[in-house]
Each structure stands twice: as C-alpha cells, then as structure tokens.
C-alpha cells in the first residue's frame, strides 16, 4: 500500500508510515561519528524492516533484553550477533541463549545474578563475555534507569574481583546514563568511574559499554542532534591513559529511530476543541501520554494542509473508552479540521511499536514504506 492509498482508505483509521531512507542517514552518521562499536537497541524498535534497516547501514550487532527479541533479530539476521545486555534473567534463559541461540555476550549488575551465569555458561571458557553494570553517577535523563539496575561503585569493584578470580571470561565495564539523556555529562562521569573501577582493582577489562539514552528531538525539547555527544565522548577516551585501550560500544535506540516513522491517525470525532481520532496512547502514542510532545502534520484529501493562521489549541484523545486515552500536551490544529482528516504523528519511531496494544480492540496494523520526499518538511 502506498502513502496516498492508505489516506484515501475508508476502512482503516490508523497506519505507521517508515522513512527507511532516514533511518539509513542517522544509522550511518551514528557509527561514523562514533569511535568504537554500535549495537542497535532493539527495544526501541522491534520492526523487521528497522532491524535490517539498521544492519544495512552499518550496526555492529544487536542489544536484546530477552529470547524474544533474538529470536526477532534472527529471524531477519541471522547471523547476527546479539548481546543479551538486560541484567536481570532466568536461568532458563541463560541457557537458552547459550546452548540454542549462540549468544555469548551477557550483563550482571549484582552477585546474584553472577551465581546464575556461573552456574550455567563455563567458567573457563574465553568466548564468554560479560558486562558488569555499574551506577555512573548523577543523571539528567528523562526516564533515570539508575534505582532499577547499576551497582554502586565498591560492589562493582568486588564484583570485578570476583568474576577476575572465578573465570577466563573476557571482560567489559557497563553503564546507561538514562533514556532521553539531555546532556553529555553524565555519560563523562560514567567514564570517570570506569576508569577509577580498573586502576583500583587492577582487573583486566576489555570492553566499555557506555549503554543508549542518546536523545531524540520533539517540539518540547528541540535537542541538538545526538551525534553532537560523541566528540566530547571520544576525547575524554582519548585523554585517559586507561581508556583509551578499550573498545568501546554504544547501544542507541532512540537517536537511531524516533524520526523515521510517523504514525497517521484519522479524525473521528470532533467536538469543540477536543478531537478523537483513530490511534490513542495504547495503539502506539504512549510517548506523548508521557513527555513528549509530537511534532504534527494534517492531511486531508490526500495532500498535506499548509499551516492554517486560524489554528486553534486542541486536546487529543485517542479511540478508546479509557479517560486516560489523552495526549499529555494541547496540540495546535486547524480551526476546519473535521471528521475523515488525518493527523501524522511525527517523531513515534521509539518506543511507540514496542509497546502499543490492542486495548478495546483498537490497534495500528498498516505499515507503509515511504520516501524522503513523500514525508519531507
């Protein structure tokens, strides 16, 4: 289905439309700018034409936080080569990842979960690699992950000590500032800590995974581009004495993805200045429940209106009969706009197909490929 169809389509009321060329351009400036190894966060975007997307343009590999997601990246990739970087697993799933699936990459932030890896992979083997999180310090991101993962700085000590004593794994240093992170500081204090972590425990370290977070842009928080982070990075790599001999990996997700889909919802109802229309918060636009305020576009009859003097402040709900299906900003849309016009999402291309549903049966089932030009400013 082209772009042109699906707005002229009676019997649907909400499709994405992917810019695979856009995703090329800011996968390839990513790992160019980047002066070490990027793995794609597939949480942020599990569709199959994003995972080879990616891949195509120059990804290292693959960040996954489950079987699940494997088993997706595989099917596309097969021989891919997948992280399992989620702290938290059963052994089930360690082995799982090990003996069927050939996954030879795992994180642990405490002893708990190390038990679990030795009692699993075998200790001996060099093939092995493990990432130890640690909490690199103060945070500025939109969504901190710090009260949930990372051990505290002497733990994470031990712990190095105690993988170095028990096993022939290689190992690396991890550490995630947050998702949405605003500035780069908290990714130079996670530097910091990491290069105090090897020189107080004498632990050969191979790797240092500096984790995602990396910022996309949206009308509240017109952030530079990402790649604008990764040269102060590099030069604080440069700089140590200690650091600059590991390799270093970065898992983006949303820098790679947010503005390579759009998702088109239809005008159902309107009444006054509160407009309903076809995909809400459970079908794909939880991002701007919570946050993040969207950039918009309307269409009708096909074309895209230029902008109208006479637009008015309007809440958005979704179709659903949930109270809670509200966009968490007003947006600013035409005076005329009316039932069959449609509404283009900007900016949904993270986190919004890893976590819709089909709540009240409602759902975003349509995929439409598009080009630069059909969606250009």
Request: with cysteine.
């Amino acid at each position: 289905m082209q772009l042109r169809q699906a707005l002229h389509d009676t019997g649907i009321d909400a499709f994405y439309a992917f810019d695979p060329a856009r995703l090329r351009e800011a996968t390839s400036r990513f790992v160019q700018a980047f002066p070490g190894q990027v793995l794609y966060a597939v949480k942020a975007n599990p569709m199959p034409a994003v995972i080879a997307t990616v891949q195509a343009a120059g990804v290292h590999g693959y960040d996954v936080a489950s079987i699940g997601e494997v088993l997706r990246v595989r099917a596309g990739v097969p021989d891919a080569r997948c992280c399992l970087m989620n702290p938290v697993k059963s052994r089930r799933d360690i082995q799982s990842a090990w003996q069927e699936l050939g996954v030879r990459e795992f994180a642990l932030d405490c002893e708990a979960e190390l038990d679990k890896l030795l009692d699993v992979l075998p200790a001996r083997d060099d093939s092995v690699g493990v990432h130890l999180r640690f909490q690199p310090g103060a945070a500025d991101a939109v969504y901190d992950l710090g009260s949930k993962f990372g051990a505290a700085t002497a733990e994470a000590a031990r712990l190095l000590r105690l993988i170095a004593a028990h096993t022939a794994w290689r190992t690396g240093l991890a550490f995630h500032p947050g998702s949405q992170t605003l500035s780069v500081e908290p990714y130079l204090g996670g530097l910091q800590t990491a290069q105090r972590l090897i020189e107080e425990t004498g632990v050969a370290v191979a790797t240092l995974d500096i984790g995602g977070g990396f910022p996309g842009r949206y009308d509240n928080m017109p952030l530079p581009p990402a790649t604008a982070m990764l040269e102060p990075i590099a030069q604080a790599v440069a700089a140590s004495p200690t650091l600059w001999r590991l390799q270093l990996v970065a898992e983006p997700g949303r820098a790679l993805v947010h503005d390579c889909l759009s998702l088109f919802a239809r005008v159902v109802l309107r009444k006054g200045d509160a407009v309903y229309c076809g995909a809400g918060i459970f079908s794909g636009l939880l991002p701007a429940q919570q946050f993040f305020q969207l950039p918009v576009r309307c269409w009708r009859g096909g074309v895209r209106w230029a902008p109208d003097a006479e637009a008015r402040d309007c809440v958005v709900f979704g179709p659903t009969c949930d109270s809670n299906d509200r966009l968490a900003f007003a947006y600013r849309l035409p005076a005329a706009l009316q039932e069959g016009d449609w509404i283009e999402f900007r900016h949904v291309g993270a986190y919004s197909e890893s976590v819709r549903c089909a709540f009240n049966g409602f759902s975003v089932d349509h995929l439409v490929t598009v080009s630069d030009r059909e969606l250009a400013p």
